[in-house]
């Protein structure tokens, strides 16, 4: 199993707001674990964490989300401006033992 860790740093007072975007974004994401913010370190972080059998199940994940239905639709819309809210992000992918 792998779990990935996408961190996104956000603007000053928007790490909640950017949190319950992605909370009610990815309700019915079935490898969704956790949407975290940050309580010591670095200032102004939401961290979503998701688990993926392997690394063929994460890549094909992302192809979900390409495709144009109904369901990513709804996603995107609930997404609509998070990009304005974050500075910048990054992603870790963690074997588990």
Not at 12 to 22: D, H, I, L, R, Y
Request: charged share 25%.
């Amino acid at each position: 199993m792998i779990m990935v860790h996408d961190t996104f740093i956000c603007k000053p007072g928007n790490a909640s707001k950017v949190a319950k975007m992605f909370k009610e974004a990815m309700a019915n994401d079935p490898n969704m674990v956790n949407i975290m913010t940050d309580m010591t370190g670095a200032y102004n972080r939401v961290i979503m964490v998701s688990k993926y059998d392997n690394l063929t199940a994460f890549e094909q994940s992302f192809q979900k989300y390409m495709q144009d239905n109904e369901e990513t639709k709804k996603m995107k819309e609930k997404m609509q401006g998070y990009q304005d809210k974050y500075l910048t992000g990054s992603r870790e992918i963690y074997q588990v033992w």
